[in-house]
């Protein structure tokens, strides 16, 4: 409802939807922080996390760029749910752990914002990998899931402007660096 979303706003959840295990544990955790800082003097800060991807990622865990990922590995068709259109903001891993740190290292409770500046569209992203990998593999259109976000983008002024973070690595270079380390791997088997 609100883009690029800033740490101010508190989101656009349905609690009963399909997404709402995910979107309302992330807020729980939240609620959680904040009452143990403030109840209890507990140093906490709060540090919300847009779309990492990098090494290391679970071959399975249902994401685009791992899933994208496996497919193109596999030579099988990388699946875009809808058209396709539904941006992302990509920020490699090293980025974020960067962020995480100086975060770390401050005084400020949070929240705080860490994640890519650039938007990309999910068909993009699939493009990008298919040809970074070198597949064959075709794009298959799905259905796109219910509740699945349009737009997402952090608004990062309060991470620059507090911590002097940004993210370094340029999408291009992560998403080389992360075909790299999964080539290293054994064979991308479809599940």
């Excluded at 705080?112 to 990008?128: F, H, M, Q, S």
């Amino acid at each position: 409802m609100v883009h690029p979303q800033p740490e101010m706003y508190w989101g656009n959840v349905n609690p009963v939807g399909p997404r709402s295990v995910y979107d309302e544990a992330k807020r729980f955790g939240e609620a959680l922080t904040a009452a143990y800082r403030d109840a209890k003097g507990v140093d906490a800060g709060i540090v919300r996390i847009f779309n990492t991807y990098g090494p290391r990622m679970r071959v399975h865990d249902g994401r685009a760029v791992p899933t994208f990922i496996r497919q193109a590995l596999a030579g099988d068709a990388l699946t875009v749910a809808g058209d396709g259109e539904q941006t992302r903001s990509l920020c490699y891993v090293d980025d974020l752990v960067r962020g995480v740190l100086a975060f770390a290292d401050g005084a400020h409770a949070g929240p705080v914002n860490l994640g890519g500046t650039e938007e990309l569209g999910v068909l993009r992203i699939a493009e990008d990998v298919i040809a970074t990998v070198g597949s064959a593999s075709s794009i298959d259109y799905i259905a796109r899931p219910v509740d699945d976000p349009q737009i997402r983008r952090p608004d990062t002024t309060l991470a620059r402007d507090l911590l002097g973070w940004r993210p370094m690595v340029p999408w291009r270079v992560g998403l080389e660096r992360t075909i790299a380390w999964w080539r290293t791997r054994e064979p991308v088997e479809p599940r």
